[in-house]
Structure formats: structure tokens, C-alpha cells
């Protein structure tokens, strides 16, 4: 009986990112091997599940499996809690792909992975040209994502991916001329692909139906599946500023309304690019980049991270010091959780801790911004981190994800998790 309770507090420690000796938050190397070994070569993060136990990232390190030696990138699923990793990007035969994938999205419950690849041994590839598939996990079998519904390959390049958590939708984005809505003129399109009905649709459209007039991708969904979001400089799109910058929308796909969301409190269009929009499960936050001047206190001189409220309209600067200032750098890539209390980016702002980007947590509740891409000495990674454009939080606040380069980190250029964050 006792060892059953040890193991149950040790499975709930885990995953509420806790410790028992207590004390502040502590970094840890997630891209290891099945046997606890770190990774041997750089690795990068894709996602986390939002209950913090499955962790998909791509590496070319030769002591994971189907890397040829270290020679080709493959993208690996981490199960967290029985330390456990497998390789994701091979064929249903079990062949590794024979040429890069990276930048993979994983469904609650671990059981389907996207990712994008160029190998010419997955289903309707062709080495050299990136497209999407998905890796149903428990059954072993591979499937292109990026193709029409009557099962067509896309006939150009499809990538950048994301699953919604309930492991239904792929929302992904193309030059494919045959796919609906294609412009035919290089500009990419945005899509939502649906696994159970093996359908997909157009994602980047006025709420009319008509497809964007221009370019249009950087998906991001929904747990759910039901909102997504995208950045567009289609002039057919609310709140276009018609000089072929973007602004950020999210199209609800049962109401089948296309909505602004780069805006201020106001409701007026950002007057300046807005991009790179990542949507909290919940769907009511949207996290985006803007170097617009109208949305206050930014002044349009950095790139910075705002949070929409979908539900109450309201938009708020997030990239700024604990003394509320906007930071004097580039930010971008805001990840808010179900809450909006908490966001978490990345920034090169000089007014923030660190050298080179950085990745900050902004507590919107109590005005604070603490420096999370850090040793356990409480030293910026020396070489800077990043994050993905995907999940990087846990649904509970307790745990954040990214990847750091620089020799004063454990591992060294490799996935890592700070927490307990509260």
C-alpha cells in the first residue's frame, strides 16, 4: 500500500511540477532518450500536451532512433511520465523518414501527432518538398494530412501544422494549387483538415464564404477545434489595411464567421503589421504580434506581444517590464493560458534580463514579468532560447517549455521545462 502511494504522489508531483523539498522553480532537460540519456545533438521543441505528459521535438541526435547516425532530423514523442520515447516521423512499416521532419503537434491524450516532412518514403512524398502528415500513434500507421478531400496529394509545399487537443482537426497552410481556395499566385492559403471525415476546407475566408484575396497562414486551433486563428493580407478580410501587411483573425468553423481579432479595446484595426497569432485551449485568448502604433501603450517602434479577449473585446500589451513599460526589443510568439492571467513569449527587448531572445512569463494579474530561460544558478541561457508557435504551457500554469542554446545549460542546446511556475 505504501509503494502505491509513493507512486501516486510521484505521478502527481510530476505533473503539477512540484518538488517535495519545496523551493523556486528548477530547469530540466526534456529531449532524452527512452533510457534517461540526454539527447546527443541539438533539439528543438514542438509541443506539449496541455496536461504536461506527452512532449513532441525533433532532433538529429545520433542516440535516437531513425537519425541515420545523426545525419537526418526526425521528430520524437517523450511520454513524461513513463519516460518513454518514440520515433514519430516513419512510415506505417516502420521505416524512418528518409529526409527532415520537424515542427510537430501532439493531441491530449498523445495518440496523433502532426508533423511536416520532406521525405520521399511517407505517403505522397516527394524528398525536398515539405507537407504534413499525422501519426496515429496507438495503431502505427502514417497518413498525409496535406491533401484534398477526394484524397489528392497537395501539389506544392504544406507545412507549419498544429492538432486541436481533442486530436479531430489539422489546421496547416500551402502553396498547393489543387486545394480549395488556392490563388494560384504563389500566396499561401490557410486550411483545416478534419481526420474523421478526411476532409479539407478552406480556412482563410470572409465570413461570405469567399476565399482570401492574398496571402494568408500560421494557424493555430482551438482544443476543441471549433475557433482557429490566422494571419492574413487578404484585402477582402475585415480590418484590412489594403498595403500588404497582415493583421490576425479567427474564424469560428461552426458559425462559419471570420473575425478580426489584431484590434484595440476600441475595436479599430491595428495600423501596422500583426502576425503570428496562438490561441489558448479554451479559445477565449488569442496571443499576437504587432508593430502597430494604435495599440496603446506600444508606440510602433518594436515588434510586441498583445492578448485579445475574445469574449470582452478587450486587448492588452503583454512584452513589458514588472514597472509596466513595453520592452525596447523585438517580442513575439505569445502563448496565453485558458485564463489570460498568464503569457508567456519570447524577447529581445534590452529593458528585459538577458542577452539575445529570451523567454519571459508575464502574470498579467500581478504585473510581473520573470525571466524563465534560465540555468539553476538563475543565469540566462548564454546563447538565447526560443519558443515554438505551439502549445508551450500546461493547462494548470505549472510548467513552461523551450529550447536554449548556450554552454552554461544543462545538456546544452536542448528542450527544457521550468517550473513549478507557481
Not at 509541443?47 to 535516437?64: C, K
Not at 501519426?135 to 501544422?161: I, L
Request: proline share 5%; aromatic share 8%.
Amino acid at each position: 500500500m505504501k509503494l502505491v502511494l509513493a507512486a501516486a504522489l510521484a505521478c502527481l508531483l510530476l505533473f503539477a511540477g512540484t518538488t517535495l523539498a519545496g523551493g523556486g522553480p528548477r530547469t530540466k532537460v526534456e529531449s532524452r532518450t527512452s533510457n534517461g540519456a540526454v539527447a546527443s545533438a541539438e533539439s528543438d521543441m514542438a509541443e506539449i500536451s496541455p496536461n504536461g505528459r506527452y512532449l513532441t521535438f525533433w532532433s538529429s541526435a545520433a542516440n535516437l532512433p531513425g537519425t541515420a547516425g545523426g545525419t537526418i532530423e526526425q521528430v520524437f514523442l517523450r511520454d513524461r511520465k513513463t519516460g518513454k520515447v518514440k520515433l514519430i516521423s516513419k512510415t506505417t512499416a516502420g521505416a524512418p523518414g528518409d529526409d527532415t521532419s520537424e515542427d510537430s503537434s501532439v493531441s491530449a491524450n498523445g495518440s496523433r501527432v502532426v508533423f511536416e516532412s520532406t521525405a520521399g518514403n511517407l505517403p505522397g512524398g516527394v524528398v525536398g518538398d515539405d507537407q504534413v502528415y499525422v501519426r496515429f500513434v496507438k495503431t502505427g500507421r502514417t497518413k498525409r494530412v496535406s491533401k484534398t478531400s477526394g484524397g489528392a496529394p497537395a501539389d506544392n509545399e504544406s507545412y507549419d501544422a498544429s492538432i486541436s487537443a481533442n486530436g479531430r482537426f489539422v489546421v496547416f497552410e500551402s502553396y498547393a494549387t489543387n486545394l480549395p481556395g488556392a490563388l494560384g499566385s504563389g500566396d499561401e492559403q490557410a486550411y483545416i483538415h478534419d481526420l474523421k471525415r478526411n476532409k479539407t476546407k478552406l480556412l482563410s475566408r470572409t465570413s461570405s464564404g469567399a476565399p482570401g484575396d492574398a496571402t494568408s497562414g500560421d494557424t493555430a486551433i482551438s482544443a476543441k477545434g471549433r475557433i482557429a486563428v490566422f494571419e492574413s493580407e487578404a484585402n477582402n478580410l475585415p480590418g484590412a489595411l489594403g498595403t500588404g501587411e497582415f493583421q490576425v483573425y479567427a474564424r469560428d468553423l461552426k458559425r462559419a464567421k471570420t473575425k478580426l481579432v489584431s484590434k484595440s479595446s476600441a475595436g479599430v484595426p491595428a495600423n501596422g503589421d500583426s502576425f503570428d497569432p496562438l490561441i489558448s485551449d479554451n479559445s477565449r485568448f488569442v496571443g499576437f504580434t504587432s508593430v502597430a502604433d494604435n495599440l496603446p501603450p506600444a508606440d510602433g517602434t518594436y515588434d510586441q506581444v498583445f492578448v485579445h479577449d475574445r469574449k470582452k473585446g478587450k486587448t492588452a500589451l503583454v512584452s513589458r517590464t514588472s514597472a509596466d513599460d513595453p520592452g525596447t526589443g523585438p517580442s513575439g510568439n505569445g502563448y496565453p493560458s485558458n485564463n489570460g492571467r498568464y503569457v508567456l513569449f519570447e524577447s529581445e527587448a534590452s529593458d528585459l534580463p538577458g542577452d539575445f531572445t529570451q523567454i519571459y512569463l508575464r502574470d498579467r494579474t500581478r504585473g510581473r514579468t520573470k525571466l524563465l530561460s534560465r540555468n539553476n544558478a538563475g543565469e540566462p541561457a548564454a546563447d538565447g532560447a526560443d519558443i515554438p508557435r505551439n502549445r508551450v504551457l500546461t493547462a494548470n500554469y505549472r510548467l513552461a517549455f523551450f529550447d536554449a542554446a548556450g554552454d552554461n545549460m544543462p545538456g546544452i542546446d536542448q528542450v527544457y521545462s521550468r517550473g513549478p511556475l507557481r
